[in-house]
């Protein structure tokens, strides 16, 4: 789960981490006000989605009059935000984050995430600040400072004097940059979070760390642990349809292909979609209903993946453990008929009650292939797509 840049600062503020002081604003008058309880003559308007390259897509602007707050918040509340992780469809703002500003003597990026190469808790640092980190690791590897920590000792004071010299932090800087990542490391750790990413961290020209920016995504299986996290998820932010499966207990996230795939297990699923791929088709999505998904989740899962226009076929693989098979196909059929499928489908059960599965299918009337063999399936879906498109 992602949430906003004014949300994670907040947050990180009570770990003691340097923030801007800022408010939230939903109208232009209101972003006025805020900017005059702040420190000035510098304000900072900022575009809150869920999405970097905003100030490259103009959502971002730096007023020098509080009535200029307002004018800049007014053009930002209502456009559509085009960056390169929002797509060419953009997002709508609805709301903006005005900010003191500060005076920048140097930039830097900083974040911790876990590195899953060797399964540890990772700071990622550079020089390059407000640089995309893609960009500086392909042009400029030999500026990019990995710390990895170990989990027996989690974050210790050699850790951050490391990463302090390896950035040019001289003197009482280095003290305060290992205080600021001990923060960091805190709130990672407490929040179950994912990912902080501060881009850019800057220091001041009166020499203070500061985030002035500031990306948090969290754990989705650990928000039960966190419910006050859990009321700061914006779904105007995230896909509806994702939303709808996750409300159905499914795991769901839709690709640019157009063959839709129905799995019972995230291994399988990723097989499934790899031997797609090795036929030359392209799945639309990675769905795994689970171990045991009643009818209902199953006929639920089967609409969401024919509610995708872009889907001309679909492919279910199930192998039949704890999940039976004939529930899979009532779901299925169920479905099927409510939604009318008119495109090719192609199921493939093996396991616990696979011959009811197949009579299930078999009475239905309606056209669906059943196969016993998974290459054979994948073969077939993506020879029926193709003579469709």
């Known amino acids: 789960m992602n949430i906003h840049e004014y949300q994670a600062k907040s947050l990180l503020r009570t770990f003691g981490v340097s923030v801007p002081q800022g408010g939230i604003a939903f109208t232009s008058q209101e972003a006025k006000e805020i900017a005059e309880t702040l420190k000035g003559p510098v304000w900072v308007v900022k575009a809150q989605i869920h999405a970097g390259g905003r100030g490259k897509g103009g959502g971002v602007k730096i007023a020098k009059a509080a009535e200029e707050v307002r004018v800049f918040a007014d053009q930002i509340i209502g456009m559509t935000l085009v960056t390169h992780q929002t797509g060419s469809q953009g997002k709508v703002v609805k709301k903006v984050y005005v900010e003191e500003g500060c005076s920048i003597a140097q930039e830097f990026y900083l974040s911790l995430l876990i590195d899953r190469a060797t399964s540890r808790l990772t700071f990622l640092a550079s020089t390059e600040g407000g640089m995309e980190i893609e960009e500086v690791a392909q042009t400029h590897p030999e500026k990019m400072i990995r710390v990895s920590l170990d989990p027996a000792i989690g974050f210790q004071s050699f850790h951050g004097r490391k990463l302090a010299y390896g950035l040019g932090f001289k003197d009482d800087q280095v003290k305060d940059l290992t205080l600021f990542l001990k923060g960091i490391y805190e709130a990672f750790l407490s929040l179950d979070a994912n990912l902080i990413e501060i881009n850019p961290l800057v220091l001041t020209k009166e020499g203070k760390i500061i985030a002035l920016d500031a990306k948090m995504s969290f754990d989705d299986n650990a928000l039960y642990r966190h419910p006050k996290i859990e009321d700061l998820r914006d779904l105007d932010e995230e896909d509806p349809v994702e939303h709808q499966a996750s409300l159905n207990e499914l795991s769901y996230i839709k690709l640019d292909g157009n063959i839709g795939c129905m799995v019972n297990g995230a291994g399988l699923a990723m097989a499934t979609m790899d031997i797609i791929k090795l036929y030359g088709g392209a799945p639309a999505n990675f769905l795994d209903v689970g171990g045991g998904a009643p009818r209902e989740?199953?006929?639920?899962?089967?609409?969401?993946?024919?509610?995708?226009?872009?889907?001309?076929?679909?492919?279910?693989?199930?192998?039949?453990g704890i999940m039976r098979c004939d529930i899979i196909a009532e779901g299925i059929v169920a479905a099927a008929k409510e939604t009318q499928i008119h495109i090719p489908l192609v199921v493939r059960l093996e396991g616990t009650n696979v011959k009811l599965g197949k009579e299930i299918f078999a009475k239905s009337g309606l056209p669906i292939i059943s196969l016993d063999d998974l290459s054979q399936a994948a073969q077939r879906i993506v020879e029926a797509v193709r003579e469709v498109v």
């Open 297 to 320: 989740r199953v006929a639920e899962a089967f609409k969401i993946i024919l509610a995708d226009p872009h889907v001309k076929g679909v492919l279910v693989n199930i192998f039949g």
